[in-house]
Structure formats: structure tokens, C-alpha cells
């Protein structure tokens, strides 16, 4: 076998979809020109001669990289081809100012977590993907004193500053599709936000999910309702990342956990 790595191409579209579903989620798998668009871009192949066996995407945000999905064909895994991918994407990143790389992986994910601990990764914090119905989360207690907002760019550094977010990472969520909104709510007295999510409205989900106090997830929710395609979609899907009040806080209100993730990172 001669292994090797790439950027990908359109042509690796095929594999990719193969691939995007060995990643056990529930996302809806890309379409051509998402993926040419948003994913090739950041995307990188693992190919034995022309056979792609594997692909991993990465994304950066300032100094930060991120690394959203790695698959590797059934037939080729336990061969270290996700740790050629996860090497490529350190030199890549290295090479593009990166001193840090992070990921999410399901916390039951006993192959993923012991490769990316093997590229020198450590967990940070725990995550839950959750799921709520609109009526469950309408349900919710909610301070009906507060504003409901859209983020306008003026606003994105004191967003990433007030939710700990990378600077550059939330006009990268507002770029992520024509269907993302970046939603936030206020106290009157126009103290900056005490909640923010980025809603794609269309998955429909939310990434990431914060808010500064636990009782702030029904106005949060409400802020994300407001865009909701209700013709379609009766629930919503969200992350909550490292903030386990909130997580049951919601779980409380009738949210369902899909999985329990971990946060991986290490310096680059
Ligand atoms: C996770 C994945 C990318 C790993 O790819 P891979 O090419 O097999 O990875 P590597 O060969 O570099 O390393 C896998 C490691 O997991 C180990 N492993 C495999 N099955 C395991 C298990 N059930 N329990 C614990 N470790 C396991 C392997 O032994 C190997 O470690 P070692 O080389 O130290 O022995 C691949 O399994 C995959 O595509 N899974 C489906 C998609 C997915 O889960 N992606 C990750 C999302 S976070």
C-alpha cells in the first residue's frame, strides 16, 4: 500500500458521502455544492493510488483549529490512516499560524478518543448533543423582560469575549451558511448579551448553545424560535458545550440527549 495524503477535490465527492456516513451523526449529508463550496476547501483525502480511504476537514479560527469531522474507511481502520490524516492537518495548521487544535468526539467513541490521544490530545470539558420539541422548549421559564436580537458583525468581539469563543470564530458561524442566524438576548439596560447561539435554521440546530446563567436557555430558545421553519421541523437540535447547569436545565425541561461528547485539545 502506498499511502499518501491530499487536498481534496470534486471528484472526491462520491467517497465523501460514503465516508460522511461512517460518522454515525445525524446531520444531513451535504449536497455537491456545499460541499465544493464550504467543505473541499478545508478538506483533506487520504488515498491509496487513486482510492480515497479516508478524509478529514479542519477549520481555523485566529490562532485556533479546529477539526470537525475524520473518517477512514471500514476496510482500512486500525491501518493509523486517521493518524496520517490528523498529522497532515498539524502541519497545515502549524503552517497556517495555528498553536492550539481542538474536537469534539462521542464520548463512547473508544477508537476516536484513543487516536486523537495519541496525536497528544487531552479532554477539556464535556458536551451534550440534545434535542428539544418546540413545545417542550416554548414550556420553558423565560424572563420576558429581556430582548431577543440578531448579532450584527459590531457585536461579534464582545460576543466571543462574553461566551469564551475564539475572536475570529464567530464571524466564521455567520459565514457557515445562508441558513445560520446568530441569535442573542439582552437585559433592557443594554448591558451586552447574556445568551448567544448560532441557529441554522434549516439543520435545524444549534452550535454553540450559551447562555450566562441556566434559566436564560427559554429565552434563548425563544430567540432561535423566532427563525424556526415550523413547516418542517417541530424540534430542535442543540450543543451545549462544558456548561453542565445548562445541560440540566434542559434535560429538566424535556431536552433529550443524543450523546455525550468530550472536548479534545492540546497545544499544536
Ligand atoms: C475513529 C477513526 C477515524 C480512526 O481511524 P483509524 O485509521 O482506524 O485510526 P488509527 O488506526 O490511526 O487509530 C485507531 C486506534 O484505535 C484503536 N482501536 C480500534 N478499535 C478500538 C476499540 N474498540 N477500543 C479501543 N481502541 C480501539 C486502534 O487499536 C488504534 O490504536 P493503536 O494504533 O494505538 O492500537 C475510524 O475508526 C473511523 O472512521 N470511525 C468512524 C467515524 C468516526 O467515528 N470518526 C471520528 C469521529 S470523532
Redesign the pocket.
Known sequence: MTLGTRGAVSADYGAFVKLFG???IPDPVPDRDYYVAKLMPEMIVAHDGATVV?YATWRTYGTTAHIP????DPA????????LLLERIRELAKAAGCTRWY????AD????I??YE?CGFVTDKESWAMSISWRDALALPFDPGLAETVVRPDDDAEVAARFGLEAARVPVLRARSDTTVLVAVHAPDGGGPVAFAAFDTSFPGAYPFKTLRPDLAGNLLRACHAYAELDRHDSIRLTVEGDRALYETLAAGGATLMFALFQLASPL
Not at 469531522?69 to 477512514?72: A, E, H
Open positions: 461512517e460518522l454515525g479516508g469531522n475524520v473518517s477512514v482500512w481502520r486500525g491501518r493509523r490512516v486517521g493518524q474536537r469534539n468526539v462521542k467513541n473508544a477508537p476516536a484513543r487516536l495519541r
